[in-house]
């Protein structure tokens, strides 16, 4: 199969010989997909035997690595990494680059996805960097750290600026000296094919960034096909821009799992044997949310309980007729959640597969009609925190981008035993500005199985509550007010086995 031109084609090994100490490396991939594991695999193994690469600074849009010790956590070493950069960090517990990171051991910073992303677009296409109104009063605003997670991160990768009179932030474009991406397959001469992939994590523009900095690429695959045989409509990253291919024959397509077809290829969600969700609180907010929707909608889904949205709608026979996203470049289908798995970042009977890069760019747009996202800790205000919590450092993800740019939000939280832990006089960080949506004119609302809350300008109102329940309780938990024109919520959203939501659209009886 090979020839004169297949050069690229390597060991682990070798290719990882195009990383060398001080430079600026960019990893692929997301939390169990699109994983370059064994280029990652091989770098630890190499840092451990010979101290080298060291000093690298470490840049993700995404964490890689569905568990502790793959992925960013395999990498993020003390000695091999001195500054970190990433969307998200660490979504469950606190590995050791987490601890790293509060000892002051290396710089690190959370931006947000999106903006990790525009970064690289910026570096890529040779600008200085991007000006945005996302992360305004949040965490990422200098006034309030510009990002970063230890006081031994002076480095400013954010400014505030005025143009035409309105405050907003710059963010200085990230160069880069070698990416490390994923694909399913390459041809003999490096083109990139991502077929069989549940989601696409950036591929061709870490590849792009790297590129115009002057550095190097190095790209694993399962397989090689010979030249001439991969359709140029496959292909995510062409061939001139690589310059070392890896070939992980036992590559899995997602963390723990070789291949399932149900993940890359069209099918109809009806076909799928979807578990339903348990009777109790988060069924009551997760019918209370689905009243939002109407038929047609289009709708930005993140983890926690949204996550379940899919699950609902397919039981109550609507899925088919709505559209619901993720950050990751998947639309459409049941993602892994709504399946019963741990792997959100995927889909069962996806409609379609696009670069996660994208998508952003489109949610930071306000193209999705609204979006269901979960909640860490909430204040009166209705300021929220997601993205930082004692010694956890999960990071903001999209988070920022879809708040900033969707103009219908809803946030979800249960209101039980727990409660205290959400609600909150003072976050500890802060990922959403309730004053900037007021400022961008966003409707916002929170739900829980006690009640509904909109945002106003004096912070946090009851419209709605729960039958047989008073709403002075939730108020007095939340610290919002009580609308003079409160109304008990839908009674479907508490009784029955189904609310028969498409009944309802007939009828004109959801919103």
């Known amino acids: 199969m090979t020839t004169g031109r297949s050069s ?30 064994a280029i990652i695999e091989a770098l630890a193994r190499r840092f451990e035997a010979k101290g080298d690469p060291a000093d690298l ?63 690289l677009e910026a570096a890529a296409a040779g600008r200085p960097g991007v000006v945005t109104r996302a992360g305004l009063d949040t965490y990422l605003d200098p006034v309030m750290g510009g990002g970063a997670l230890n006081a031994r991160s002076t480095g400013k990768l954010v400014d505030s600026v005025r143009i035409d009179g309105e405050r907003l932030l710059y963010y200085r474009a990230l160069p880069v000296d070698v990416a490390i991406i994923r694909g ?3 041809d003999e001469d490096g083109n990139i094919g991502v077929a069989g992939e549940p989601s696409v994590c950036g591929p061709l523009l870490l590849a792009q960034a790297a590129r115009a900095n002057g550095g190097k690429v190095i790209a694993q695959v399962s397989r ?31 963390a723990g799992a070789r291949f ?18 348990p ?52 639309v459409g289908g049941v993602n892994g959640i709504s399946m019963g798995g741990s792997v959100f970042p995927i889909s069962y009977a996806p409609s379609a597969i696009i670069d996660a890069a994208d998508q952003l760019r489109g949610y930071a747009g306000g193209v999705p009609d609204l ?81 509904v809350m909109r945002l106003v300008a004096a912070g946090l109102e009851i419209t709605e509550y729960a039958p047989g329940s008073d709403p002075r309780q939730l108020a007095s938990l939340t610290g919002a007010r009580v609308s003079e024109l409160a109304q008990q919520m839908p009674s479907a959203c508490f009784e029955g086995t189904s609310m028969n939501l498409s009944v309802l659209w007939s009828e004109g009886g959801a919103r």
């Open 184 to 186: 399913s397959v390459a």
């Open 279 to 330: 009777e109790g609180p988060r069924l009551a907010i997760l019918r209370r949310c689905l009243l939002e929707l109407a038929p047609g909608c289009t709708a930005v889904i993140g983890m926690g309980l949204p996550a379940l949205l899919p699950r609902l709608a397919h039981h109550e026979g609507v899925l088919e007729r709505l559209n619901f996203s993720v950050e990751h470049g998947v």
């Open 371 to 451: 979006a269901f996202l979960g909640v860490g800790e909430i204040d009166p205000q209705g300021n929220i925190n997601v993205s930082r919590f004692g010694d956890r450092i999960p990071g903001s993800g999209g988070f920022v981008d879809i708040t900033s740019g969707i103009r219908r939000l809803v946030f979800t939280l249960e209101a039980g035993p727990k409660a205290s832990r959400k609600f909150v006089p003072e976050l500890q960080h802060r990922t959403f500005s309730a004053s900037e949506a007021q400022r961008r004119g966003q409707q916002v609302i929170y739900v829980t199985e006690e009640g």
């Open 57 to 119: 600074t470490l840049l993700f849009p995404m964490r890689t690595g569905a568990s502790e010790g793959r992925g960013t956590s395999r990498l993020a070493m003390r000695g091999m990494v001195s500054r970190l950069i990433g969307g998200s960090i660490w979504p469950v517990g606190v590995p050791d680059f987490v601890r790293a990171i509060h000892d002051g051991a290396f710089e690190a910073y959370n931006l947000s996805i999106g903006l990790v992303y525009a970064m």
């Open 224 to 254: 090689i096909v010979p030249r001439h045989t991969l359709p140029p409509h496959d292909v995510r990253v062409p061939g001139h821009l690589v310059d070392a291919l890896v070939v992980h024959e036992s590559q899995e397509q997602v």
């Open 8 to 37: 690229k084609i390597m060991p682990a090994e070798a290719a990882i010989g195009f990383v060398t100490s001080g430079m600026t490396m960019a990893v692929g991939g997301a939390g169990g997909v699109q994983e370059p594991d």
């Open 260 to 277: 399932d077809a149900r993940l890359a290829e069209a099918g109809a969600t009806t076909a799928l044997d979807v578990p339903p969700v």
